[in-house]
């Protein structure tokens, strides 16, 4: 059993910069690649990035196309934390995130088996 408990969200004006943190318990959280998702209003959970669980290879870290070159995903194994640092921040950006753990196809939200409970992110605009 992993447990996850994201912090860091807030309301922050467009232009602005947060970072969420995603604290894992559990014997083998380090062993699992991490994922964010985002939620907004009315809308389906997406992707918006992913590390797998040495944190770089040739394919990750992973990011959706809305994110790419703002956001940077990574993790400290040491403290069991996942981090998505988020720069020039949109009002488009404003959602619910959840980090996850998991493994396999990490664009998709069947991939993870534990979720966190989420943090709201606004952005004013």
């Known amino acids: 059993q992993v447990q996850l408990v994201e912090s860091g969200g807030g309301l922050v004006q467009a232009g602005g910069s947060l970072r969420l943190s995603c604290a894992a318990s559990?014997?083998?959280?380090?062993?699992?690649?991490m994922g964010w998702f985002r939620q907004a209003p009315g809308k389906e959970r997406e992707f918006v990035a992913a590390i797998t669980s040495s944190g770089f290879n040739t394919r990750y870290p992973d990011y959706a196309d809305s994110v790419k070159g703002r956001f940077t995903i990574s993790r400290d194994n040491a403290k069991n934390t996942v981090y998505l640092q988020m720069n020039s921040l949109k009002a488009e950006d404003t959602a619910v995130y959840y980090c996850?753990?998991?493994?396999?196809?990490?664009?998709?939200?069947?991939?993870?088996?534990?979720w966190g409970q989420g943090t709201q992110v606004t952005v004013s605009s």
């Open positions: 996850a753990a998991g493994g396999g196809r990490l664009r998709v939200v069947g991939a993870y088996a534990y």
């Open positions: 559990g014997r083998t959280s380090g062993n699992y690649a």
